[in-house]
């Protein structure tokens, strides 16, 4: 009579306690709303922008009247010639595809980069290393933020003076074609643009094709335009799809050495005529390099060096042609920053240096134009290079004082590394400011040295002092986090502080410990691992694959035929088969189409003309399985609103079936080494059931219960990791978009790779969902306390290194990866 007056009371205290349990989680959950959005207000980087515009240069003579810039996405330096700090390793990696690209090699002699009219450079890049940030850099001489990452697939107009800009306004007819992204950062610069769409990756002809359809007849024309923009996109895509050493990666680049060919010749032919053509400029360089795999978004050397290739038609043509070279492992013969290329460009083309560049005239590419014939004196040369720096440091002054020094007025001597060298550079530079233009040779060397010394200070001092952190946000993020925290441990103290009154709770510590030495032993990686294709056929790896899958399908199914309404049949499984109900058939059949659809990706069978083509399995298992998933969150919704003894049972039928729903879905869409990380988590999953149950029913330990869901708190970032992601922007799987589809759509691509992503959360969460479903509503609320504070030390642990490394290199590495490019893949 006592335990059923004891059970009566519970029940009269369920709504209070429930609603006690909703207000503590509710309260977590907008701690860490207000944490994060703290936090990255005064973490993320921004810069602002500025609306000045360069006035004209007064008597600025442009030495081209035509100009074609081809931008080749993601082209690597050693596509082209050997970068420094790449090793001997990479270099054999890429011969073949130095062999692929012989135009460079033959328009500059060989690859001594010194002919007199041909320039080939190695041309570094900032992080990040993204389309769209990079553009905007060639483009203004202005350096990226962080910000600009968020971005990267939604570019909007370019506000911020820029070379395209300058054109228009002096009277130059742009085309553009290629790469969409330039029509969105300019829509209105261009007098014709032929975009195509920048974000199927796995296309990697239609871009590139109607570049080269358009190109060569507007070239041969010679009308209707001063400047070309063509920009090419096939490399970046074959990097993301394939990698960088597949066959695909040697064809795209003999498609661009063909493109380039042509339009140096159609170039050549033009300039022979009499109606006026003038002299032309071919410039032909990369927007970023990529990793082996195909990435890019980030600062590591094979993402930020790639090759820029300068070619004057009319004073190569007086010297004559150059034939082609055998050599193909040369060095690229000097370096040149991107931040440097408006300011260069601009000079080359008689335009006023963007307002907001930081970079500086680069001799290397300026002295290209500048003596055509060889008749100018070498210190006429010299004397027009330094007027060239004089117009750039008071573009440079001018930006300083109206605007970064504005802007930055506390923040800007705060950053002692770069301070002292700049304020001395600074000094020597207003001092050369007022000396008259002209006198000896050694006078204008000294100008000119200390004009670029003090250009080099102010890009290094904008590097280092470009936005300021505000730490007070980044200190109340914390704060909030903390308070979080504080809530959850709260709730789970009695059980969590108890471990050492028995051996039992310490083994299960000690359990959660190697579980976290597991996660540190997971290798680094560049995701080429889990995402190059395996040729070869159907190995050895590919079988055990299947085989846990299968494993785990076989699990998931008997799950399944313990929640439906019916008792099952008796007998093994086999025996049983006969007795599956429509939703179990329906489980099942999905995952043998998962199976064949795997089989077949191994094996290389992708013939559109096919039955069983892979693209069709695929989309066949995304309707079945939304339709599965819809079918149980109705069966859900019923048996919560019988009301009664059947809440916690249809939640619990719901979780188990979603989860299991879930496993041929979230297989297929996993990459290499991924689907079998992702087969063993399943199976995980079924053990950490059985062993649950038994703590919860058998041993009734409540505070090893809570000790466990710590444990499975950290199988989501555990599982992270195994199935081949990283917390990086760039290692962003983009191709589990594509599955079954080769179109892109924003919204169906978006859920793709979100369940490609983070398959490992939602795994965790509906296994705590699972194992609380029918418990007490005051145990389930704790239970999902407890399970959240494992992600809220993390959170704290994250923020804290990140507030004292802000301004490390490798924040850059993890923050400014953008993009599997960034737009890597969506990103290119």
């Known amino acids: 009579m006592a335990q059923r007056e004891k059970w009566l009371e519970e029940q009269r205290l369920v709504p209070a306690m429930r609603r006690e349990c909703g207000v503590k989680i509710a309260a977590v959950l907008v701690l860490h709303v207000l944490a994060v959005t703290s936090f990255a207000s005064g973490f993320l980087l921004s810069r602002g922008q500025v609306a000045d515009v360069s006035p004209t240069v007064e008597g600025a ?67 990040p290393t993204t389309t769209m940030q990079r553009l905007k850099g060639l483009t203004t001489g202005s350096l990226p933020t962080f910000v600009d990452i968020g971005s990267s697939l939604s570019a909007r107009a370019l506000e911020e003076d820029n070379l395209v800009r300058q054109l228009k306004l002096h009277g130059r007819r742009v085309v553009h074609m290629g790469d969409d992204t330039w029509r ?176 500086q005239v680069n001799y290397d590419l300026w002295s290209l134009g500048a003596d055509p014939y060889g008749e100018r004196p070498a210190s006429e040369v010299s004397s027009e290079f330094e007027e060239a720096l004089q117009r750039n440091a008071a573009q440079v002054d001018a930006y300083l004082e109206s605007s970064l020094l504005s802007q930055n007025a506390s923040g800007i001597l705060s950053w002692r590394r770069s301070q002292e060298a700049f304020s001395g550079h600074w000094e020597v530079h207003r001092a050369s400011v007022a000396e008259h233009v002209g006198g000896s040779a050694e006078a204008v060397r000294n100008r000119t040295h200390a004009r670029r010394a003090y250009l080099d200070a102010v890009a290094s001092h904008a590097r280092s002092i470009w936005t300021k952190f505000n730490f007070w946000l980044m200190a109340l993020g914390i704060l909030f986090a903390v308070a979080a925290a504080l809530i959850q441990l709260n709730e789970i103290r009695a059980g969590f502080f108890c471990y050492y009154r028995n051996n039992h709770k310490l083994c299960l ?74 939703k179990e058939l329906a489980f099942l059949y999905t995952c043998c189409l998962a199976l064949v659809f795997s089989f077949l990706k191994n094996t290389g069978q992708e013939d559109p003309s096919q039955v069983w083509h892979p693209g069709r399995i695929a989309r066949q298992v995304h309707i079945l399985t939304a339709t599965q998933l819809g079918w149980a969150i109705l069966a859900g919704l019923s048996g919560r609103l019988g009301g009664g003894k059947g809440k916690g049972s249809s939640r619990l039928s719901l979780a188990v079936r979603s989860t299991f729903c879930l496993l041929p879905e979230l297989y297929m869409i996993q990459f290499g080494n991924g689907r079998l990380a992702l087969s063993l988590a399943y199976i995980q999953v079924f053990v950490s059931i059985i062993l649950y149950v038994k703590i919860q029913f058998c041993h009734q330990r409540v505070d090893l219960e809570l000790l466990g869901l710590l444990l499975f708190g950290l199988y989501a970032p555990q599982v992270f990791h195994a199935t081949g992601h990283r917390c990086q922007f760039s290692a962003l799987q983009y191709n589990s978009a594509f599955v079954g589809f080769e179109s892109f759509s924003w919204w169906r691509g978006a859920a793709l790779l979100t369940l490609n992503t983070y398959a490992s959360h939602v795994l965790s969460v509906l296994l705590v969902v699972c194992l609380y479903s029918k418990q007490h509503v005051k145990k389930q609320g704790t239970a999902l306390l407890a399970f959240g504070f494992a992600f809220s030390l993390r959170t704290i642990a994250v923020m804290a290194c990140a507030s004292l490394h802000a301004r490390h290199l490798m924040v850059w590495g993890v923050f400014a990866q953008s993009s599997s490019s960034t737009r890597s893949g969506c990103a290119s």
């Open 61 to 127: 003579r442009p030495r081209y009247d035509k100009v074609v810039a081809i931008v080749v996405d993601a082209l690597r330096s050693d596509f082209v010639c050997i970068a420094d700090e790449l090793g001997a390793e990479e270099a054999r990696g890429t011969r073949r595809h130095r062999k692929a690209l012989p135009v460079f090699r033959e328009l500059c002699e060989g690859g001594g980069g010194g002919g007199s009219g041909c320039r080939l450079l190695e041309f570094v890049a900032d992080a």
């Open 184 to 359: 969105d950062l300019f829509p209105e610069d261009f007098s014709q643009s032929f975009p195509f769409p920048s974000l199927d990756v796995n296309d990697l002809n239609t871009v590139d094709d109607g570049v080269e359809a358009l190109l060569g007849p507007l070239v041969e024309s010679g009308q209707d335009w001063d400047v070309i923009v063509a920009h090419l996109l096939g490399v970046d895509h074959c990097g993301h799809t394939h990698d960088i050493h597949s066959r695909e990666m040697v064809t795209k680049l003999g498609q661009v050495d063909r493109i380039v060919r042509e339009v140096a010749r159609g170039l050549e032919e033009r300039a022979t005529g009499d109606d006026g053509f003038g002299r032309a400029l071919l410039l032909v360089f990369g927007d970023h390099g990529q990793t082996r795999s195909g990435e890019h978004g980030g600062s590591t050397r094979e993402e930020v060096s790639t090759v820029l290739l300068a070619y004057d038609i009319d004073r190569r043509r007086a010297e004559g042609n150059v034939g082609g070279t055998d050599e193909v492992d040369g060095a690229c013969p000097a370096a040149m920053s991107q931040l440097d290329f408006a300011a260069t460009v601009s000079e080359m083309l008689g335009l006023p240096i963007p307002f907001s560049n930081v970079g």
């Open 509 to 582: 510590a000690s359990l959660l410990v190697l579980n976290a030495a597991l996660m540190g032993l997971i290798p680094d990686h560049d995701g080429d691992i889990w995402n190059r294709r395996q040729e070869g056929g159907y190995q050895v790896g590919h079988i055990l694959t299947d085989a846990s899958f299968a494993l785990a399908a076989y699990l998931g199914l008997l799950q399944l035929r313990k929640k439906r309404r019916s008792p099952p049949a008796s007998g093994g499984f086999v025996s049983r088969l006969p007795g599956l109900n429509l």
